[in-house]
């Protein structure tokens, strides 16, 4: 099983700062098989990026993903007031797919 | 549009069986493959499981073989999972999510609304 850890757990910054959201895993990721998911509460899990850096339909390019191997970035180049939320990182690289603990980013 | 549409909230009792649906519209039913994630309360993201709903075949993560079973009717183009002898830690958000490529390898790009399990004596 592959397991990823995200940090920090809680990310405190200002709308128009750069967010910077990292995920490490305990093998390597096979051919950048790692999304990025953006979850507001009472609402399902959204797909921001697949394949590491690849942004799904419709997400602004504020949300930017990098990293290979083992090490991940997810950066929002500036936030918007809607951007606060947690977002998780997930590996579809092997076929037990497993996501990491989060990171909630929240307004300071 | 796209969507996957999910059944309504469930209270079930230690030890019984719940089967929660998922029907997708808006694209076609046998072309990609439907997943089922849990939620617990203030935790994060559990996958179970996959069914192809072309064939039918399925793969399940192994903490859930042998209480979990996903199902598919493609006439009704709605994927089910039942999951049996439940316990408290089974109260969940339960969501079923689409594939965004072939195969049990991928991301998700549709998600359900999501389905309440409680398990409560």
């Known amino acids: 099983e592959i397991l990823l850890t995200q940090s920090p757990g809680t990310l405190s910054l200002s709308p128009g700062e750069r967010a910077t959201l990292s995920c490490r895993a305990s093998q390597s990721v096979s051919s950048k098989d790692l999304a990025w998911y953006q979850q507001k509460p009472g609402q399902a899990p959204r797909l921001l990026i697949y394949?590491?850096?690849s942004r799904a339909t419709g997400i602004p390019d504020r949300f930017s993903g990098s990293g290979s191997g083992t090490d991940f970035t997810l950066t929002i180049s500036r936030l918007e007031p809607e951007d606060f939320a947690v977002y998780y990182c997930q590996q579809y690289g092997s076929s037990l797919l497993t996501f990491g603990g989060g990171t909630n980013v929240e307004i300071k | 549009q796209v969507q996957v549409v999910q059944s309504g909230a469930e209270v079930k009792k230690p030890g019984a069986s719940v089967k929660v649906s998922c029907k997708a519209s808006g694209y076609t039913f046998t072309s990609y493959y439907i997943h089922w994630v849990r939620q617990a309360p203030g935790q994060g993201l559990e996958w179970m499981g996959v069914i192809n709903p072309s064939g039918g075949s399925t793969s399940y993560a192994q903490k859930f073989q042998g209480r979990v079973t996903m199902t598919r009717d493609t006439s009704t183009s709605t994927v089910y999972m039942e999951l049996s002898s439940l316990r408290s830690e089974d109260t969940a958000m339960y969501y079923c999510?689409?594939?965004?490529?072939?195969?049990?390898?991928?991301?998700?790009?549709?998600w359900g609304q999501g389905t309440m399990v409680t398990v409560s004596s």
């Open positions: 999510a689409r594939g965004a490529n072939w195969g049990v390898r991928s991301a998700f790009d549709i």
């Open positions: 394949g590491a850096s």
